[in-house]
């Protein structure tokens, strides 16, 4: 069965600093990636996805990941980091091939420091 | 605009009801789903449908059911078999897995607090 780890429960980082967010999946064959951020009380938004191609995809808000498949990793980066970026993030892995399975990791709540 | 509406947003329930929570969506998707969120857990999965009048179970079925009648509605029921209802309920839709890339599409999120 899938899974997916996000080994940080929660981070700490200071406004205008680097973030990096890590996820790492188990999955056989190339699964689909997503990244949602939720602010608290409400539902999830979807900041990016991979499917195939370039392993290097564009979000929302600024942030990127990057498909490592020797690594089965999709770790999430933004280079500088704002104040409303505070929110909780989860990773998530789609099995495809007619799969209806969606698992979400546990998730890491990102706090920032003005 | 289209999207997914989740009501209410907060629901309370005594111990021994059975109460349900809609769901729907006006973005023509198959698949529907709802997810249970506890703090620190990540989203589980209660149950999906693919199509109207089929659905299945995910990993926390116990306790729930669901209908899918129509292509927009997925209401979820949490019935008094739940032991342990309060947490938050979210649904999402997606666009079947056979039409190529897909992504879920979430709700606000009902908030079930049992009193």
């Known amino acids: 069965a899938q899974s997916v780890t996000q080994p940080d429960i929660h981070i700490t980082v200071s406004e205008g600093a680097s973030l990096e967010l890590r996820c790492n999946y188990s999955?056989?064959?190339?699964?689909?990636l997503f990244w949602y951020v939720q602010s608290p009380g409400q539902g999830l938004q979807l900041l990016l996805k991979?499917?195939?191609?370039?392993?290097l995809v564009q979000g929302i808000k600024g942030f990127e990941a990057e498909f490592k498949r020797s690594q089965s990793s999709f770790n999430l980066r933004k280079p500088s980091v704002h104040w409303s970026d505070a929110a909780e993030y989860f990773c998530?892995?789609?099995?495809?091939?007619?799969?209806?399975?969606?698992?979400f990791g546990k998730g890491t709540k990102l706090s920032v420091i003005p | 605009d289209g999207g997914i509406t989740q009501s209410p947003k907060y629901l309370f329930r005594k111990e021994g009801q059975n109460v349900t929570l809609s769901c729907e969506q006006n973005?023509?998707?198959?698949?529907m789903y709802w997810y249970r969120q506890d703090p620190g857990q990540g989203l589980r999965l209660i149950y999906y449908?693919?199509?109207?009048?089929?659905?299945q179970k995910g990993d926390i079925a116990e306790g729930y059911s669901v209908s899918r009648e129509k292509k927009e509605s997925f209401p979820l029921t949490v019935t008094s078999a739940q032991k342990n209802p309060t947490a938050f309920y979210l649904c999402?839709?997606?666009?079947?897995?056979?039409?190529?890339?897909?992504?879920?599409?979430f709700g606000q999120g009902t908030r079930l607090t049992v009193v």
């Open positions: 999402a839709s997606s666009k079947s897995p056979g039409e190529g890339n897909t992504e879920a599409f």
């Open positions: 999955y056989g064959a190339t699964p689909y």
């Open positions: 991979y499917f195939s191609g370039d392993t």
């Open positions: 998530a892995v789609y099995s495809g091939a007619g799969s209806y399975q969606l698992t």
């Open positions: 973005l023509n998707h198959d698949a």
């Open positions: 449908s693919q199509i109207v009048n089929d659905f």
